[in-house]
Structure formats: structure tokens, C-alpha cells
């Protein structure tokens, strides 16, 4: 089990690009298999989690070369041109692939069953499952593993209980294959790159307000999709150059979509300096170049509509509020407890545990700062988002921060040490 050991720097500096954003990866993936043709994707994650997804469609016949480099091609077979995989599915720490998966499988004309690590057996699948079975899909498990045998589906009106992209896409996968039409609405906007993506491959899809639709039966088109950088990789170094004074970053071809960039809303209005240049899009996806600045905050309150666009953001932001003048307050945030681990939990643990004054709430955190941080030994509670956050705080802190089980973090950034050296400027 590896640790991280970090020790304080003055600054970062420089221009870096970000790998490809792990959410649009999955989705890039499992459309492209399901397209009629051959699609280049570049720009892909090498993430442990997309690299689960490749291997779950490849055990369903599909050909996909190059899996671990920057590009894959994928043959794709169209709706109907997946086969029963010969073994269980493993989805490892990926909450999106397992989710977004269940929907797909739960209209094919075959069995399957799906599972994932220890973490990922313990977060909850009804949320995917009692939709789907609305839809008329076998599903044995509230948990995974899950046994889903696969059924012809009828096209549902649904309104989700909770934001959550994964339950939205896993119910429009399955609504490609429903007869009739599919509608999804949800309480407060949650990413929609499942929607952009059925869209640009020419599927039958709506969006009003915040509701979707799709009509089933229509066949995806195969086309080139390029991944814009991962903005929640970003936001690491963004939170990162903020915090240390005389700071000045530029990350490069960072994906803009506006379900995601609540991070950058967030730190603007806690005073940051952050400008978007050079805004552009590609395959229905906007995106854009970083550039942050060392800036001093002020503590404010994060609630309401935003937190859909900001759920994956929240660990670094909190880092950010115990150094913001005043009191932060994170409220409306309980899906953070069934996350990869349970970050509120997880986040009020380490950061008090470096002299932070945070309060744990249950549904958020009370921050106040801003605070001298102290290196101490600090528990990644094997989550990728929590093991970067502290090694972040850790150039911030006062002495030597060591951060346990930081293999985590390849699930989704295995370059992130890497990137963190070319910009670290030492003290
Ligand atoms: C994701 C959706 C979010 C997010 C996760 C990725 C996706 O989860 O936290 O990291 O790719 O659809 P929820 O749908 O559970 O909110």
C-alpha cells in the first residue's frame, strides 16, 4: 500500500494539459460500442475506471484497440451487437461504469452479472435498479453484485429522487432499447454528457428544462470523439495555485460544460482570480484554457442547485475554505456520504486532524477560517478525490503531511503526481 509524503512549497507555476475527463471517457466507450462503425476516440483517461469499462465491453465482443494509450478504436455493433460476456463483470472503484452498465445490460437478450471492489459493493444500486425494473428488467441485488437478466423494456416517464447523472444515463441507455418514449426529470441539473453524446450520434433525444427524453429503436451513428481535460482533475491544481501566494497556472483544454464548472463559479465568488481563454467546442462539449492565480478568499455558503455541479469538487473546495477569511458553509451535500467513501465523514477526520476548525454536519460541513494547516499522517480512506485533496493541503501545511493508500488515486489521475512536479515551485 503506498503512501504520499509532502513537504511545503512556495508555488506553482507553468501550463499543464489535463488527461481526459473520466465521466465523457465512459460514455465515449459505451456509445461507441453501441454505434453502427468504427469510432476514434481521443484524448481518452487511463484511469483505472475507464480502463473497467473497456474491458466490460471487450468481454461483450467488442473490439477495441489501444486501451491504455491516449486513443482507442472502437468497432462498434450496434444496438443489438453485444453478446453475453463468459465471466462476471468487474467494475472495480467505478460507480459510473456499474451504473450506467445496468442499463445497457438490463435490455439485452442475455444474462449477466456485474460487481465491483469493496467500496463499490457497499454504495447503493437501488437507486439504478428500481427504475429500470419500472422498465421491465429482471435485476437480482440492491447492492452488487447484481444479476440482471436481460428483458424487453417499455419506455417510462421517471423523476429521479436525487440530481445524479448515473441514474439519469443508466435509465436513457435503456431507453434507447425501450419501446415508446423515455422521460427522465430530475430535481436540479446534474451533468449531461449522456445527453450531448446521444445527441452529436444522432439518437433520438430532447432536452426541456430539466427534463430529457429519448425515443427508443434508433440506432447510434459512429463519429470521431475527441475528450476535452478532466475539469475535476483540474481543480486540484486550480484550489492548489489559489492557496499559495504568487501562484500563476495555466491548464490547458479543460472540459467547460456548465454541469461541471460550479468549481470555478465557487472559487470567483470566494474571491479568485480565474480567467477562461481561448473557449471552444468540440463534438458537442465546450472547453476552454484555465489560467488561476494565487488570490486570498473569503468564507462563503455553497448550497442548493449548485451542488450537482460541484459534488466531485467539494473535497478540494473545503481544503480551500480553511484558509478563506470567515466561515464556509457546505450544506444540501449528502450524496457526499455514498460517494467513493464517505467524504464528509472522511473530510471533517483529516482536515481537523491538521488543526482545521470544521464542523461535521449531515449533510455537509462548517468551515472556519482560515487556519494554519499542520502535516500530519492522513487517512486517503481509499478515495482517489480524497488521497489528491490532501496531498494538495500538504504543500500548504506547516511540516511533513503523509498521506496512506494513495494507489487509489490511479482510478482516475494515475499522472497526478507527475503533473504536481512540473508545476511545483519549491520553497
Ligand atoms: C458521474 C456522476 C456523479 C459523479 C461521479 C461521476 C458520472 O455521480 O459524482 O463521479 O460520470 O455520471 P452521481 O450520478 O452519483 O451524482
Known amino acids: 500500500m503506498s503512501e504520499i509524503r509532502v513537504r511545503p512549497i512556495r508555488h506553482l507555476r507553468g501550463e499543464i494539459t489535463l488527461p481526459g475527463d473520466k465521466s465523457i471517457s465512459h460514455r465515449a466507450i459505451m456509445l461507441a ?30 473490439e477495441i484497440k ?9 468497432q462498434g455493433k450496434g444496438l443489438r451487437g453485444l453478446s453475453q460476456p463468459g465471466e462476471i463483470i468487474d467494475c472495480g472503484n467505478s460507480g459510473t461504469t456499474i451504473r450506467l452498465l445496468s442499463g445497457i445490460l438490463a435490455a439485452q437478450d442475455f444474462s449477466s452479472t456485474i460487481t ?10 437501488d437507486r439504478v435498479v428500481e427504475p429500470l425494473e419500472r422498465m421491465g428488467a429482471k435485476i437480482e441485488g440492491r447492492f452488487a453484485p447484481l444479476k440482471i437478466e436481460g428483458k424487453r423494456l417499455k419506455a417510462i416517464s421517471y423523476r429521479t429522487p436525487v440530481p445524479s447523472a448515473q441514474v439519469k444515463s443508466a435509465i436513457l441507455l435503456a431507453g434507447l432499447y425501450a419501446q415508446g418514449k423515455t422521460e427522465v ?7 449531461d454528457h449522456t445527453e450531448r453524446m446521444l445527441k452529436y450520434l444522432e439518437a433520438d433525444i430532447e432536452v426541456r428544462d430539466l427534463t430529457v427524453s429519448i425515443a427508443g429503436g434508433k440506432e447510434l451513428v459512429a463519429k470521431p470523439i475527441s475528450i476535452p481535460g478532466d475539469i475535476s482533475s483540474a481543480s486540484f491544481f486550480m484550489v492548489g495555485a489559489i492557496l499559495l501566494s504568487g501562484s500563476h497556472v495555466k491548464l490547458s483544454g479543460v472540459g467547460l460544460n ?9 472559487l470567483k465568488r470566494m474571491g479568485a482570480e480565474i480567467e477562461i481563454e481561448n473557449l471552444r467546442e468540440k463534438n458537442n462539449e465546450p472547453l476552454g484554457d484555465v489560467v488561476v492565480r494565487g488570490s486570498r478568499l473569503k ?27 470567515g466561515k464556509t458553509t457546505i450544506k444540501g451535500a449528502r450524496e457526499l456520504r455514498v460517494k467513493e467513501t464517505d467524504r464528509i465523514r472522511a473530510l ?27 502535516g500530519k499522517k492522513l487517512d486517503s480512506f481509499t478515495d482517489h478525490r480524497m488521497a489528491m485533496a490532501l496531498v494538495i493541503a500538504g504543500l500548504m501545511a506547516q511540516g511533513e503531511t503523509v498521506v496512506s493508500d494513495t494507489d487509489c488515486i490511479k482510478t482516475s489521475f494515475p499522472e497526478f503526481e507527475k503533473t504536481l512536479e512540473k508545476l511545483k515551485v519549491a520553497g
Open 66 to 74: 489501444g486501451a491504455g494509450s491516449d486513443s482507442l478504436t472502437i
Open 299 to 325: 468564507g462563503i455558503t455553497i448550497g442548493g442547485e449548485i451542488i450537482p455541479r460541484v459534488i466531485d469538487e467539494l473535497p478540494i473546495l473545503a481544503l480551500a475554505a480553511t484558509k478563506a477569511e
Open 185 to 191: 426529470t430530475e430535481p436540479a441539473r446534474s451533468r
Open 348 to 374: 471533517a477526520t483529516n482536515l481537523s486532524r491538521m488543526g482545521a476548525k470544521v464542523e461535521e454536519k449531515e449533510d455537509g460541513l462548517v468551515i472556519q477560517g482560515p487556519t494554519e494547516l499542520k
Open 258 to 266: 456548465p454541469a461541471r464548472t460550479g468549481v470555478i463559479d465557487i
Open 116 to 125: 465491483g471492489d469493496e467500496s463499490l459493493r457497499t454504495r447503493p444500486m
Open 33 to 62: 460500442s453501441l454505434a453502427r462503425g468504427r469510432t476514434l476516440v481521443s484524448g481518452i483517461s487511463k484511469g483505472e475506471d475507464v480502463l473497467k469499462t473497456v474491458s466490460a465491453f471487450q468481454s461483450m465482443g467488442i
